[in-house]
């Protein structure tokens, strides 16, 4: 189904416009060189470079967030992220309709917020699907949502920013409170038109429906603290302990069988002699007062033999220095 055209913003048109106007005003250096005029201090966002840790992270966040869905759809759908864009805010509000579910939420580490954008038609599917309807969208001219979508959407965007907690985890420890929800794009209290965001898509795969999508904006002074880990290919190595690994690492180690003997005593006897050898034959040795006790063939105690219930018994008395 071929979506509608998306008509141009004022803004966009402006700036058509301005680069119609700025391709007349190329100059000519004195080696002949045609050159353009540049403003120093205006705020290039492409300095910033491609996000590939913000890439990685919402890849992460595309596998957790799988199980979000579940207690509506019944299934765990496949969602796919598409690369993080920047542009201002008024022109991603401009190509949005006004009738939207907005979840704006604070990151405190941050000193930031993000923001959650989901269509109408989505939050009806999930919430006839959730009641046990099937999965499929429904069309309505309403501009507001029920208590039961309401609730729903309380559900889902929770459960989306605790996916969001964990796929950000191995960067960044964040957390995310929500400081409100709306329902109309020209009145979200975000951040100014003119600010920079970083718009992340979300496109959620269902069964016998066309998918669905969702987005998650960071405002660009949120994430411009930490660009350079962001740019970063490499994600960081302060990770939380996993207990439960370290302990059955522990048992497995623990449970390594090793073979422990004692050498009593080291008797020199001549070639000659131990060629002669024959059965019945003496060699004299002279036992020591402390033994060394082998762990696979290398010495780590002292110990002094001894008797136990009948049985040979040694007395560690000292750990051998490597």
């Known amino acids: 189904m071929a979506s509608t055209p998306r008509k141009l913003s004022a803004n966009e048109v402006a700036a058509l416009v301005g680069g119609l106007m700025e391709s007349a005003s190329f100059g000519t250096s004195a080696d002949g060189v045609e050159v353009r005029p540049y403003t120093f201090g205006s705020n290039d966002i492409s300095v910033m470079g491609d996000y590939h840790a913000l890439r990685m992270i919402n890849e992460r966040f595309c596998r957790i967030a799988r199980s979000v869905f579940l207690p509506m759809l019944r299934i765990q759908p496949r969602i796919s992220a598409f690369p993080a864009e920047t542009r201002s805010f008024d022109d991603y509000r401009n190509s949005q309709d006004n009738f939207v579910s907005l979840t704006n939420t604070k990151i405190e580490e ?175 040795a002279k036992v020591s007062d402390r033994v060394e006790v082998l762990i696979d063939g290398k010495p780590y105690f002292e110990a002094v033999p001894g008797e136990i219930a009948g049985k040979s018994a040694l007395s560690i008395t000292k750990t051998m220095k490597g």
């Open 110 to 284: 941050l000193r930031g917020n993000h923001l959650i954008v989901i269509p109408p038609s989505f939050i009806s599917l999930l919430t006839d699907a959730y009641y046990g309807g099937s999965i499929r969208y429904v069309k309505t001219g309403r501009n507001e949502f029920t208590s039961t979508e309401q609730r729903v959407i309380e559900i889902v965007t929770d459960r989306l920013n605790g996916a969001l907690q964990l796929a950000w985890r191995d960067l960044m420890h964040l957390t995310f409170n929500v400081q409100s929800r709306e329902e109309n794009m020209q009145f979200a209290a975000f951040v100014d038109g003119d600010d920079m965001i970083v718009n992340c898509s979300f496109m959620v795969q269902l069964p016998d429906a066309e998918p669905a999508s969702f987005d998650i904006l960071y405002p660009f002074q949120t994430l411009k603290p930490i660009s350079s880990q962001l740019r970063s290919r490499t994600q960081s190595d302060s990770l939380d302990d996993d207990n439960s690994w370290r302990e059955r690492l522990e048992r497995a180690v623990m449970s390594i069988p090793l073979e422990v003997r004692t050498r009593l005593c080291e008797p020199d006897i001549a070639l000659k002699h131990l060629a002669n050898l024959k059965e019945g034959d003496v060699v004299p």
